[in-house]
């Protein structure tokens, strides 16, 4: 079946503005994961939702950060005021339950890039 | 929190030798060690994972070991290929169940 999509696969945007990226998991599983990953780095865990709630989200580095998933499937992540240092590769993954721990598949990615 | 640290962090091969790859975890309550393999602009791919209630776990050429005595995990590549070139990244699950937390990877290169 389909695996975990993200869009855009490319976001360049300016310091300053505000953007949306967006992740559909793969049909049935209820936990999504978002990460960041910087060049020659491993990901860094931002946020995950159990269905609809976020069930961790120390991971976000600040409050210019938010996430969204509000019918407990697609999933949006929301920058405000981007900065240069925010430029990385956003990863979204998902799973299908939370009993316990069970395999993260991660989608290809967003490439953000703030000039 | 968890802390893992992975090394080496450049590992180079002959096609047909073994490659190993190891993390150390800092959270006695982890149980849940996946590796994933990822390639130049690809997402990672689990290849291997291990929970705490086993020692080891083989996959044709990858095996995996864990050690929760000494905290610490290995990856295990055999009869290397070409194909195997690529970044490897340890992962450890601690407290919170959804957060993993990665090593640093290490760049595999298979010569041929």
């Known amino acids: 079946g389909a695996g975990v999509s993200q869009t855009p696969s490319n976001k360049v945007t300016e310091k300053g503005k505000y953007v949306e990226l967006r992740c559909d998991p793969i049909s049935g599983h209820t936990a999504l994961y978002w990460y960041r990953q910087s060049l020659g780095q491993g990901p860094e865990f931002l946020i995950y939702f159990q269905g609809t709630g976020a069930a961790d989200d120390s991971g976000l580095p600040n409050d210019r950060f938010f996430a969204v998933r509000p019918e407990g499937s697609v999933s949006t992540l929301k920058i405000q005021r981007t900065e240069r240092g925010d430029s990385a590769v956003y990863l979204c993954?998902?799973?299908?339950?939370?009993?316990?721990?069970?395999?993260?598949?991660f989608g290809p990615g967003t490439r953000l890039t703030v000039l | 929190g968890e802390n893992v640290e992975q090394h080496p962090s450049t590992l180079s091969v002959q096609e047909g030798d073994s490659a190993v790859i190891k993390c150390t975890y800092s959270d006695s309550a982890s149980n849940y060690f996946p590796w994933y393999k990822q390639e130049l602009g690809k997402r990672p791919q689990l290849i291997i994972d291990i929970r705490s209630n086993v020692g080891e776990k083989k996959d044709q050429r990858i095996a995996v070991t864990l050690n929760k005595t000494a905290k610490h995990f290995s990856l295990h590549i055999t009869e290397t290929q070409p194909e195997d070139s690529a970044v490897y990244f340890c992962?450890?699950?601690?407290?919170?169940?959804?957060?993993?937390?990665f090593g640093q990877g290490t760049i595999l290169t298979v010569h041929p």
């Open positions: 993954a998902s799973s299908l339950r939370l009993a316990g721990v069970d395999t993260q598949y």
């Open positions: 992962a450890a699950i601690g407290t919170s169940y959804g957060k993993l937390t």
